[in-house]
């Protein structure tokens, strides 16, 4: 009985050896799995160190463009409101000189409207003397006088 007792301790420590090897190669495997996939985590870390570089060096490409295209805007922009404050500047001189075209084209009207009576008069009346309006003869110099102005600011212009 001694003997089988012994037989039978022996055959379970044979038994827990069997399962620790089994154990322990299982237990291998996975270290070696773990091997392989901490090279692989390294090569990912690299292949992640290396992208993060390019998309900073990209980041950096796309500032300096941004700034660039903002001076290049900012200058156009500054051109663009001097050309609009220079035809501005010219919108009002062409409003001025259209006011005095007007005047000149109503004094002119008022001439001609004055003429044609002063001919219909004559013809009436051939043996009054022919005299002008006051009038007339004033607008008939201011329209001159703004004539001569206007030839001056063109020239000046």
Known sequence: ???????????????LL???????????????????DEKLMKAS???????????????GGLKLTAREAEDTLGAR????EAYCTAMAGHLKAGEDVLNRLRKIAYANKLLAGEATAAKAESFTRKDDVKT?????????AQALAERAMARVNGRAA
Do not use: H, W
């Open 77 to 80: 922009l500054r051109e663009s």
């Open 18 to 36: 069997v399962l620790t090897i089994l154990y322990c190669a299982r237990l291998n495997k996975q270290i070696g799995q773990l091997k392989a």
């Open 132 to 140: 002008q309006d006051p009038k007339s003869v004033v607008a008939a």
């Open 1 to 15: 009985m001694s003997y089988n007792i012994g037989l039978m301790i022996e055959s379970l420590v044979a038994v």
């Open 45 to 59: 870390i690299v292949e992640l160190v290396m992208a993060t570089e390019k998309a900073e060096r990209a980041i």
